[in-house]
């Protein structure tokens, strides 16, 4: 990208991304064994609600005491710190990047020279979206056996049907593409069960890039190739977890994140160009209508999923650099790692709803409920039923909506990240009978039992903005607020005592 406002150096590879984590005091190396089954999903939880460092278990073992291969990296993307700088920035930077994501979105005329030097950083950006095509990747050193119980793949919780690879960015394309044609490649994190030593479930749910791709070959009656990066740059990383539109390429888009474009080489045994820098690469194919149950285990929502079928695939080589790393993570009632990368998500996403919906001041997903299923948003209210207008246009104008049961709109006043504010706004703005909002029969993830039929269900709409024009025939009250002056002379006096005290 080399926008003005990328302060970190590239990171090309999970590696280099841990060394950095180490420079800045941030990765723990543990040498105690930790087992694969359960307890590491102990120390990785713990960890996360301490907002502690990233985790590399040294001495991970197999359910037999065995020692892992290989060393397992945990809680990469364990806090919002760690998320903004796997895409090059600061913390405070990400509401600067998200505006500039939004003016690549929608790239205004150029006017004149001058004009043009000033887009620098977007044309810059363009040309890293083209991907590379190297001839040699550290991610094929070594070709093994497709063995995938080699790797130290965590069970993660007790009620969990069986070992789940839960970072893998699967790599497909449509039927009737070659591979050479990488801008038609979908990139997404699915989380995959170990059925055996060649054989695993992917569970990408119907809406996501790969299923779509999954369909077109199924209609064609052929195998789908696809490959798995194990432990990616994160750029890649986040590139794949973020809800981009179809037509969006998450391998063009993980360059403008990496500040240098993506290098890939071709697979062994599959036509698709993977991630050179991978630590570890699932090569295989999945056959038309070949599915396996699915489950349970453990979910962002902080339930267990209910077993359903998804593909299987049959792994056709397993591929990795000479000392690999395994990367891990686990999901469960939040805040769990995805929740934390989905705060990130939720501020880079602002700019581009605004564009869409621009009396949006501010909009937050809380991530305690599930980072997605409430939204509160906060608008600058100039008219009667602008509230409602802000709902039906979050729900209708932006797919990412679809799953959210709930909306809350606010006065911009209201800060719409404290439910302190929500609730101060909810109980003296909002009339249950006149500001609620209820639709019926409409989509809803399949994941939400609470829902009366699997894919269907209600939303809800609160407007607890203040009442004007015909929305109300009252005097409406006043907010109190102290005179600046006062606020700041009771500031300075208590300072000057606290001074004197000590
Ligand atoms: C750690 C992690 C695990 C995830 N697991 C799944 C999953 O099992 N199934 C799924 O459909 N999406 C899962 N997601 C969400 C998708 O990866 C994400 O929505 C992504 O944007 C989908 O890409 P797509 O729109 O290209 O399909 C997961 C995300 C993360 C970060």
Known sequence: ??????????????????????????????????????????????????????????????????????????????????????????????????????????????DGMRDALSRWPMLRAALLTRPHIARRGAVQQVTAAPDLTQLPVQTPWPGDAGPLITWPVVITRPHGTEAAQVARYNLGVYRAQVLGPDRLILRWLAHRGGAAHARTWARANEPMPVAIALGADPATL??????????????????????????????????????????????????????????????????????????????????HRRDPLYLTTITGRPPDEPSVIGEVFNDLALPVIRAQIPEVRDLWLPPAACSYRIAVVSIDKRYPGQARRVMLALWGMLAQFSYTKMVVVVDADINARSWDDIAWALATRMDPARDVMVLDTTPMDYLDFASPREGLAGKIGIDATTKIGAETTRDWGQVMALRPQDAAFAADLLARHAAGGR
Not at 252 to 263: E, I, K, M, N, P
């Open 238 to 319: 986040l590139a794949a977890a973020l809800p981009l539109p179809e037509t969006v390429s998450e391998l063009a888009f993980s360059g403008v994140l990496r500040g240098a474009r993506a290098d890939l080489v071709p697979a062994r045994t599959v036509p698709l160009l993977v991630p050179a820098h991978a630590e570890i690469m699932l090569e295989g194919w999945v056959h038309p209508g070949e599915t396996s149950p699915e489950g349970p285990f453990g979910d962002h929502t902080g339930y267990y999923n209910a077993v359903e079928p998804f593909p299987v695939m049959r792994t056709s080589a397993i591929t």
């Open 1 to 110: 990208m080399e926008t003005a406002i990328r302060t970190l150096p590239v990171f090309a590879d999970l590696r280099a991304f841990l060394e950095w984590a180490d420079s800045q005091r941030d990765l723990l190396r543990i040498a105690d064994p930790v087992a694969l089954r359960h307890q590491m999903t102990a120390v990785q939880v713990a960890a996360l609600q301490g907002g502690g460092p990233v985790l590399r278990f040294d001495a991970a073992r197999h359910d037999d005491g065995a020692r892992a291969a290989m060393p397992v990296v945990a809680n990469l993307f364990g806090t919002k710190a760690r998320v903004a700088a796997g895409l090059g920035l600061d913390c405070a930077q990400i509401h600067e990047f998200g505006d500039f994501l939004a003016g690549l979105r929608t790239p205004a005329p150029v």
